[in-house]
């Protein structure tokens, strides 16, 4: 029996490292003074607020194709984003380290950046989900890994784009 992956974790994991690594990346700012409480406490509290957006628009979805009945499976849809909220949680870790005085928190943003570099596109996971996902879905090998190969390099045109953007 095949098991399917667990796409909304899926893809609320990618984009909460994705919005984590922008917030981040807001941090590393020319000019202005560093003050990593007030910054840490910013990726720290809109992850959750973006993730309950996010699950909210899954319950107005809902709602307008279904009955529009509250019911406790549209409080399960919003529950249901704790991925991208958890995708933060290493950057608030390691801002944190600069909240306790370790390190800069210039140094804490470039670590927070990388690790959520190496996290979100590690080229064999990154490939390989991708791939598995294509073929729980039925594709063969070749589409499978064609698959794979362009998420990953949507992957990689985001990290430019964000490198840009900084």
């Given at each position: 029996?095949?098991?399917?992956?667990?796409?909304?974790?899926?893809?609320?994991?990618?984009?909460?490292?994705v919005l984590a690594s922008a917030l981040v990346?807001?941090?590393?700012?020319?000019?202005?003074?560093?003050?990593?409480?007030?910054?840490?406490?910013?990726?720290?509290?809109?992850?959750?607020?973006?993730?309950?957006?996010?699950?909210?628009?899954?319950?107005?979805?809902?709602?307008?194709?279904?009955?529009?009945?509250?019911?406790?499976?549209?409080?399960?849809?919003?529950?249901?984003?704790?991925?991208?909220?958890?995708?933060?949680?290493?950057?608030?870790a390691i801002l944190l380290a600069a909240v306790?005085?370790w390190w800069a928190e210039a140094t804490a943003?470039?670590?927070?950046?990388?690790?959520?570099?190496?996290?979100?596109?590690?080229?064999?996971?990154?490939?390989?989900?991708?791939?598995?996902?294509?073929?729980?879905?039925?594709?063969?090998?070749?589409?499978?890994?064609?698959?794979?190969?362009?998420?990953?390099?949507?992957?990689?045109?985001?990290?430019?784009?964000?490198?840009?953007?900084?």
């Amino acid at each position: 029996m095949r098991h399917r992956p667990p796409e909304q974790a899926l893809f609320s994991g990618i984009y909460g490292l994705v919005l984590a690594s922008a917030l981040v990346a807001a941090l590393d700012s020319t000019g202005g003074k560093a003050d990593p409480g007030p910054d840490t406490l910013w990726v720290l509290l809109t992850a959750p607020a973006a993730g309950a957006a996010h699950g909210y628009v899954h319950v107005v979805a809902q709602r307008a194709s279904v009955d529009g009945a509250a019911t406790v499976s549209r409080l399960r849809l919003v529950l249901a984003e704790w991925p991208l909220v958890a995708a933060a949680l290493p950057a608030v870790a390691i801002l944190l380290a600069a909240v306790a005085g370790w390190w800069a928190e210039a140094t804490a943003v470039d670590a927070a950046l990388l690790f959520n570099t190496v996290a979100l596109f590690n080229t064999v996971a990154l490939f390989g989900a991708d791939a598995w996902a294509a073929r729980t879905a039925g594709h063969g090998w070749p589409s499978s890994c064609r698959a794979g190969a362009l998420d990953m390099l949507i992957g990689l045109v985001i990290i430019a784009a964000n490198a840009l953007i900084k």
